[in-house]
């Protein structure tokens, strides 16, 4: 049997912090089930405050927007200024006293004006964006319910690398529409996901135009697939959910006239209809007709993806194989999927099913804990802000920089990060992290503490007889207790 704290906190959290596993030893199970109760504040605010860092997606959006815009202006007036006939060399006449024979000439040259333009405000936002889910994560109480924030921002992914609008806007959207419906209904995020700047913009649902409708016909523009695709093969149904190919072409149908506003509109930024751009009739999606017009039947449609039979059995695979693995018995994915079903999707339900299940605390393989996992669960366990410049180099080092997934998959749970090059740089990197904060700790008390009983004869004799506080630390944060869940 697994020691059950260290479980506590590596297979539902975020890495031990010192004196935490003696602090939940009596009941380790209850703890994690008890930060469901206790995690409105976690969930809902607990945001450090900046100055970069925008309130909303919507003031997001206008600040990168904005920028857009501006840059456009400046890129067009710069290439007018070019086609403009170029300056010429003006021949200034020699002065009076110069010698018969002899001609001074000087060159003026009228300078072309080139202010430089200010930096992308994207690049500000997103790393701010980074710094605050960093800091939120070493210091929660909560790390069960971040690990789920994390969960459903992977499930609903967005890829910064795409375009610098979804860089501002994807730290604001898994704030204002993954964390608060974390311990909430599916349907509830699922629509905030699928109206979100983010979401609109990543899987161009914004373009998107019904051909049949006023807009289609008159501009030849149609629909564009990718959102109804993901939200069943990924988002919902899953790819063996039941649908077909006609079905994608129909949902997205419904898809069509959703878009966001611009700069131009009352309220830039925003989720608005646009009748004229929506394919009209009756619309019918894995054999159900959807006849209300405009608005219901993306509402209707997302009700019944939601509450679809292949929804519940996908999810639930979906939270056993992340917070268990692969082998996640079987027995576990039929709790969850009754649960989800019974309490109609409350996400909140689920998660208390998952930790109350015998099955979630059996022993299973252990997996190396992802990148930004690591950095997180090093500042936990040195209680300390890690500058965002050394989380951002580990994660980019080892292939996982914040919000950068390399399909609307998002990252798979069961990828592999112990490669040969991967251990190395993570051994690097903790070498580099007990140069800089060792300091004078006692690391063999620092190492019983984040383990206790799970700490095996191995890791306590090398950190013992480590040659300096430095190589300790290094040892401990490579050591398979830290580096394993």
Same mark, same amino acid.
């Given at each position: 049997?697994?020691?059950?704290?260290?479980?506590?906190?590596?297979?539902?959290?975020?890495?031990?912090?010192?004196?935490?596993?003696?602090?939940?030893?009596?009941?380790?199970?209850?703890?994690?089930?008890?930060?469901?109760?206790?995690?409105?504040?976690?969930?809902?605010?607990?945001?450090?405050?900046?100055?970069?860092?925008?309130?909303?997606?919507?003031?997001?959006?206008?600040?990168?927007?904005?920028?857009?815009?501006?840059?456009?202006?400046? $890129?067009? !007036?710069?290439?007018?200024?070019?086609?403009?006939?170029?300056?010429?060399?003006?021949?200034?006449?020699?002065?009076?006293?110069?010698?018969?024979?002899?001609?001074?000439?000087?060159?003026?040259?009228?300078?072309?004006?080139?202010?430089?333009?200010?930096?992308?405000?994207?690049?500000?936002?997103?790393?701010?964006?980074?710094?605050?889910?960093?800091?939120? $994560?070493?210091?929660?109480?909560?790390?069960?319910?971040?690990?789920?924030?994390?969960?459903?921002?992977?499930?609903?992914?967005?890829?910064?690398?795409?375009?610098?609008?979804?860089?501002?806007?994807?730290?604001?959207?898994?704030?204002?529409?993954?964390?608060?419906?974390?311990?909430?209904?599916?349907?509830?995020?699922? #629509?905030?996901?699928?109206?979100?700047?983010?979401?609109?913009?990543?899987?161009?649902?914004?373009?998107?135009?019904?051909?049949?409708?006023?807009?289609?016909?008159?501009?030849?523009? #149609?629909?564009?697939?990718?959102?109804?695709?993901?939200?069943?093969?990924?988002?919902?149904?899953?790819?063996?959910?039941?649908?077909?190919?006609?079905?994608? !072409?129909?949902?997205?149908?419904?898809?069509?006239?959703? !878009?966001?506003?611009?700069?131009? =509109?009352?309220?830039? #930024?925003?989720?608005?209809?646009?009748?004229?751009?929506?394919?009209?009739?009756?619309?019918?999606?894995?054999?159900?007709?959807? $006849?209300?017009?405009?608005?219901?039947?993306?509402?209707?449609?997302?009700?019944?993806? =939601?509450?679809?039979?292949?929804?519940?059995?996908?999810?639930?695979?979906?939270?056993?194989?992340?917070?268990?693995?692969?082998? =996640?018995?079987?027995?576990?994915?039929?709790?969850?999927?009754?649960?989800?079903?019974?309490?109609?999707?409350?996400?909140?339900?689920?998660?208390?099913?998952?930790?109350?299940?015998?099955?979630?605390?059996?022993?299973? &393989?252990?997996?190396?804990?992802?990148?930004?996992?690591?950095?997180?669960?090093?500042?936990?366990?040195?209680?300390?802000?890690?500058?965002?410049?050394?989380?951002?180099?580990?994660?980019?080092?080892?292939?996982?920089?914040?919000?950068?997934?390399?399909?609307?998959?998002?990252?798979?749970?069961?990828?592999?990060?112990?490669?040969?090059?991967?251990?190395?740089?993570?051994?690097?990197?903790?070498?580099?992290?007990?140069?800089?904060?060792?300091?004078?700790?006692?690391?063999?008390?620092?190492?019983?503490?984040?383990?206790?009983?799970?700490?095996?004869?191995?890791?306590?004799? &090398?950190?013992?007889?480590?040659?300096?506080?430095?190589?300790?630390?290094?040892?401990?944060?490579?050591?398979?207790?830290?580096?394993?869940?």
């Amino acid at each position: 049997m697994a020691f059950q704290p260290l479980l506590a906190v590596k297979r539902f959290g975020l890495g031990s912090r010192p004196g935490e596993l003696a602090a939940l030893r009596s009941d380790p199970r209850g703890s994690v089930i008890a930060q469901l109760g206790n995690a409105a504040a976690s969930v809902t605010s607990d945001h450090p405050p900046s100055s970069a860092l925008p309130g909303t997606t919507r003031e997001a959006f206008v600040v990168a927007r904005r920028y857009q815009i501006e840059n456009s202006i400046a $890129a067009s !007036t710069k290439l007018v200024a070019a086609e403009l006939p170029k300056p010429t060399e003006v021949a200034i006449a020699a002065p009076t006293m110069a010698t018969a024979g002899q001609v001074t000439k000087a060159v003026a040259q009228v300078p072309v004006a080139t202010p430089q333009r200010p930096p992308d405000p994207a690049n500000q936002i997103f790393q701010a964006e980074v710094e605050a889910r960093f800091k939120r $994560a070493v210091a929660t109480s909560a790390p069960f319910v971040e690990r789920l924030v994390w969960f459903w921002s992977n499930h609903f992914c967005v890829a910064v690398n795409k375009d610098q609008m979804i860089r501002a806007t994807a730290g604001a959207y898994e704030r204002e529409v993954i964390r608060p419906n974390v311990l909430g209904r599916f349907r509830d995020m699922l #629509g905030g996901v699928v109206h979100s700047i983010a979401m609109q913009n990543f899987l161009d649902n914004r373009g998107s135009v019904g051909p049949n409708s006023l807009v289609g016909r008159w501009h030849k523009r #149609g629909l564009n697939e990718n959102l109804a695709r993901e939200l069943m093969e990924l988002h919902t149904l899953g790819v063996e959910g039941g649908y077909s190919q006609t079905d994608v !072409t129909q949902l997205a149908r419904i898809l069509t006239g959703w !878009t966001i506003a611009d700069m131009d =509109a009352v309220d830039p #930024g925003a989720t608005v209809f646009i009748a004229e751009a929506h394919d009209p009739g009756p619309i019918e999606v894995m054999g159900k007709t959807y $006849a209300e017009p405009g608005r219901g039947q993306l509402d209707q449609a997302l009700d019944d993806l =939601a509450r679809h039979p292949s929804t519940a059995t996908f999810i639930a695979g979906k939270l056993a194989g992340h917070f268990i693995g692969a082998d =996640a018995p079987p027995a576990l994915v039929d709790t969850l999927a009754e649960t989800f079903r019974r309490t109609d999707g409350h996400l909140g339900e689920v998660a208390k099913a998952l930790v109350s299940s015998d099955h979630a605390w059996a022993p299973a &393989a252990p997996r190396t804990i992802p990148p930004w996992d690591y950095a997180v669960s090093v500042g936990r366990a040195l209680e300390i802000d890690l500058p965002i410049w050394m989380v951002n180099r580990i994660v980019d080092l080892l292939g996982q920089r914040t919000w950068e997934v390399p399909s609307p998959k998002g990252w798979a749970d069961d990828e592999d990060w112990s490669g040969t090059a991967a251990l190395l740089e993570r051994l690097d990197w903790a070498d580099d992290i007990g140069r800089r904060f060792a300091g004078q700790r006692d690391v063999s008390a620092l190492v019983q503490s984040l383990f206790e009983d799970g700490l095996s004869r191995d890791t306590a004799t &090398a950190v013992h007889r480590a040659e300096s506080r430095q190589q300790a630390l290094a040892l401990m944060l490579m050591s398979p207790e830290f580096q394993r869940r």
